[in-house]
């Protein structure tokens, strides 16, 4: 999910962000060598009582700020340019797959952890790609200020002969084992305690976006709560679920308590540490002031730069959780592109044919965990015909899934008419957030429709009262009611003329005499078009010449095609 980044199209930004990020890193490095070599000056002109040289020092660190202001926020910018331009690349290949052939509605039927992929795309990428950037930078800074801060520290302990107890040891650079030690044993403590967090992370992510998304729902389904009075249900449903984010928090809180109690501690006596082993020295008049305040900030920045793990555990414990899903998600999305089936005949293939015929050729239709949905059929819907589809609900809509390439599970092969797409049309069609006449358009964009064709279309669909609202701009899934909507999908329809059309159920919340005429209409104006359509009203029959009725007998789901003129 990273390298195609900086090896693909986008490859020369983000190479050249990054080689600005690493030279600027560079130079943030720099700032803190030149402080340390400036305390040194600074404290023995304190303890020379130097006038001038204070003066002068005083000069240079004005000097030195200017440009680390100067570096740090050429340094933001850069960084956060990258970061920003990352996150695009990967939310636009991640949207790709999701909303590609269907794959956002097939990926609910996977097994998996891939669930909530709006909070995964929103929120999980952005911590994927924000993260990753500030710790691969925090990493590269903290090694670059080990190594020159080792080399300071090294220089600054004094002669390999140390007296400990009375007993001489050789010791070249000690302060440096010290130090390392030092940092070795915090670091192994904070992971020690640090375990629990990346389980904790992922788990409140989980129930977090689960309570987003009952929210959402909740929103997008305000008017038929508010009419089923159904706000008590709906409140314990979303406090239920908040139960479970605030118990995931409180797991992730005694987690992080752990580590705190312990960086809490370790922090203060890092401030004081350093001094306490570089004293004994000082008192025994063997280095300067100056060197002791040298030697003590050289070994804080050497245990700051070693305790790089302490301090990001849980960033990357985030980071890592936001990943794995991230990266769940996209071997999800893979699965649904690659579609290799465990055994040569376990998908259904679907293929162009060459003849103006809709065919189903020895067809079983399953489940994911291969339970038959609807037992093996044959089928021929040639150019012209209106099909009615009855019976069994959820296999009535397998066929419907099957012929529009969303439904793989099951074995034979359907084979789709050559002569033009089939226009599906759902029982409520997806009006987008936007301006009225962009609805009706859909999913053709805007200009591809004329104003005069959509509002001809409307008045035919006795939608007249739109006509002065085509420009404005709204929430129509929530301003239309479910007759307006399937008016509108009617429209869509007139619009569009299709040569196949596949109805799921889209006029049922229509009145008997209302549904008549709009089937009237469409089985008029196109005449020559194939219409099958999947509803459960016996008067649809009489629109029909075949009906096709999906039976239960002896347990199964089997597809028998009734005469017409027994209805």
């Known amino acids: 999910m990273a390298a195609p980044f900086w090896m693909g199209e986008t490859k020369w930004v983000a190479r050249w962000l990054s080689v600005w990020l690493i030279v600027l890193t560079i130079a943030q490095v720099i700032i803190p060598v030149a402080i340390n070599f400036w305390s040194e000056g600074f404290f023995d002109a304190l303890e020379q009582r130097s006038w001038d040289r204070f003066l002068m020092l005083s000069g240079v660190l004005v000097i030195i700020m200017v440009a680390n202001v100067a570096i740090v926020t050429l340094h933001l910018r850069v960084k956060r340019r990258l970061q920003i331009n990352w996150r695009e690349w990967l939310t636009a290949k991640v949207v790709g797959e999701w909303m590609d052939q269907g794959h956002q509605y097939e990926v609910s039927s996977l097994p998996g ?4 992929p709006d909070g995964r795309i929103a ?11 500030d710790l691969a930078h925090s990493l590269f800074f903290c090694s670059l200020l080990l190594g020159s801060f080792t080399k300071i520290l090294w220089s600054r302990s004094g002669p390999p002969e140390i007296v400990i107890g009375g007993v001489e040891f050789w010791i070249p650079g000690h302060l440096v084992w010290i130090a390392i030690v030092y940092a070795a044993c915090g670091t192994f403590v904070a992971w020690w305690l640090g375990l629990p967090l990346v389980s904790a992370a992922n788990r409140r992510q989980t129930w977090e976006a689960n309570f987003r998304f009952g929210l959402v729902h909740a929103r997008e389904n305000a008017l038929p709560i508010a009419l089923l009075r159904g706000e008590p249900d709906e409140r314990r449903s979303l406090l239920g679920i908040f139960k479970g984010t605030a118990t995931a928090w409180d797991k992730q809180t005694y987690a992080l308590s752990n580590l705190f109690l312990f960086t809490s501690f370790w922090s203060v006596l890092t401030q004081v540490f350093p001094v306490m082993v570089a004293a004994p020295r000082y008192i025994a008049n063997t280095i ?50 690659e579609r290799v089936p465990h055994e040569k005949d376990a998908a259904i293939k679907l293929q162009q044919g060459d003849r103006p015929v809709l065919e189903f050729h020895n067809v079983v239709i399953t489940d994911p965990e291969g339970k038959n949905i609807l037992e093996p059929f044959n089928l021929e819907i040639g150019q012209g015909e209106r099909v009615l589809i009855t019976g069994d609900h959820a296999a009535a809509f397998a066929v419907c899934k099957v012929v529009a390439g969303l439904w793989p599970w099951g074995r034979g092969e359907v084979r789709l008419p050559q002569d033009g797409d089939i226009f599906f049309m759902p029982q409520r069609p997806y009006l987008p ?4 006449h962009g609805a009706v358009c859909y999913p053709a964009p805007e200009s591809f429709c004329d104003m005069d064709e959509m509002i001809n279309a409307l008045r035919t669909v006795d939608l007249g009262h739109l006509v002065d609202r085509m420009h404005e701009i709204g929430n129509w899934e929530q301003s239309l009611v479910a007759e307006e909507q399937q ?9 569009r003329r299709p040569r196949w059309v596949f109805i799921q159920e889209a006029a049922d919340s229509l009145d008997r005499d209302v549904r008549g005429m709009m089937m009237q209409l469409i089985m008029r104006v196109l005449s020559d078009s194939t219409i099958i359509t999947i509803g459960h009203h016996r008067d649809l029959v009489v629109h029909h010449a075949r009906h096709l009725e999906l039976a239960h007998t002896n347990g199964s789901v089997i597809l028998e095609e009734r005469p017409v003129g027994a209805e």
């Open 113 to 116: 952890e891939h669930d909530n």
């Open 123 to 133: 929120e999980d990428v952005r911590i994927a790609t924000e993260y990753a950037i």
């Open 487 to 495: 008016r509108l999908g009617f429209a869509r329809l007139l619009l």
């Open 433 to 436: 957030i936007g301006p009225l």
């Open 288 to 337: 300067s002031l100056g060197v002791l305040m040298q030697t003590a900030q050289a070994f804080q920045q050497m245990v700051a730069a070693l305790s790089w793990p302490i301090d990001n555990l849980g960033r990357v414990a985030d980071w890592r959780a936001s990943g794995e899903r991230v990266l769940g998600l996209h071997e999800a999305l893979c699965c649904l592109v």
